[in-house]
């Protein structure tokens, strides 16, 4: 019997659709004990169901918090396979830094937006909230992403979205990186006054925005 006959990656799929971050976790234990390749269940047990997932969100058919525990249960798995995984298998299709901007603490959306992001294979490097322009650039710098993504929840925090732009640019980094926006006063226009390079009403929207731009 091939490896592949000894254990149904469906187990894992169907653990993670109901968050069973504990059962995610043996069951990935047993698909490697059963010699499935570390790529193969991060594609086919944790990264499509996540995407199943990401649909469900769009279509109103789960809300915040059944995509929080799914996406535990994701991270579960990871956790498991990171030592499987050498940096060049690494399944990230590009790396995003992504923050809440200065005088700004909300972070429900942010991280929203981080969970389905990593859940299509992106690398996130989560700053935070309330990150200033330096913060950002800084990010820029240490990481090296193909995207800035910011979120601001208030009218008096977004502008702070327009002073980071300023900043990378300052610093000579603005072209070294795509600049998405979103949360909720942002708005498309504002983005293209801000010369952001895309925005996004939600966490899944932002998802392909995200691929797209780093894919274009
Ligand atoms: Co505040 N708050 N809040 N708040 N809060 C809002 C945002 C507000 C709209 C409520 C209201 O008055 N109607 C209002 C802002 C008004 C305005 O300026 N437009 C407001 C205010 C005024 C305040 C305070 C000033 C209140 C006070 O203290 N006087 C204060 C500010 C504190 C600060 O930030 N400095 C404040 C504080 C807070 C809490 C900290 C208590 C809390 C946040 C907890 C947390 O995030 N850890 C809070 C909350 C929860 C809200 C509401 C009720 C809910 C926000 C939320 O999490 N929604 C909010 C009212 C509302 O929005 N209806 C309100 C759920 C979340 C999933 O949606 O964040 O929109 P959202 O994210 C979406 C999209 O926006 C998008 O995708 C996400 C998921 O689909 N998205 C992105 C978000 N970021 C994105 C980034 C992207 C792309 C898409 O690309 C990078």
Request: hydrophobic share 45%; with cysteine; aromatic share 4%.
């Amino acid at each position: 019997m091939t490896a592949e006959r000894n254990f149904d990656l469906k187990l894992i799929t169907d653990a993670l659709l109901k968050g069973q971050a504990d059962r995610v976790k043996s069951l990935v234990k047993d698909a490697l004990d059963s010699g499935i390749a570390p790529q193969e269940i991060v594609g086919e047990g944790l990264l499509s169901p996540m995407n199943i997932i990401s649909d469900k969100f769009r279509d109103d058919l789960i809300f915040t918090p059944e995509v929080l525990i799914a996406s535990r249960a994701m991270h579960a798995g990871m956790h498991v396979l990171k030592p499987y995984l050498s940096h060049a298998d690494q399944l990230y299709g590009g790396k995003v830094v992504i923050g809440t901007v200065v005088g700004d603490l909300h972070d429900i959306g942010k991280n929203l937006v981080t969970m389905l992001m990593r859940g299509a294979g992106l690398e996130v490097v989560d700053l935070g909230v309330d990150m200033y322009p330096e913060d950002f650039a800084a990010a820029v710098m240490e990481h090296c992403p193909d995207i800035v993504a910011m979120s601001a929840l208030l009218t008096t925090t977004m502008p702070a979205m327009a002073e980071t732009i300023r900043e990378l640019e300052k610093q000579d980094l603005r072209s070294r990186v795509k600049v998405l926006v979103g949360g909720g006063p942002v708005t498309e226009d504002y983005a293209k006054v801000i010369k952001a390079d895309g925005y996004a009403p939600d966490a899944r929207k932002a998802t392909e925005l995200a691929l797209n731009l780093i894919n274009k």
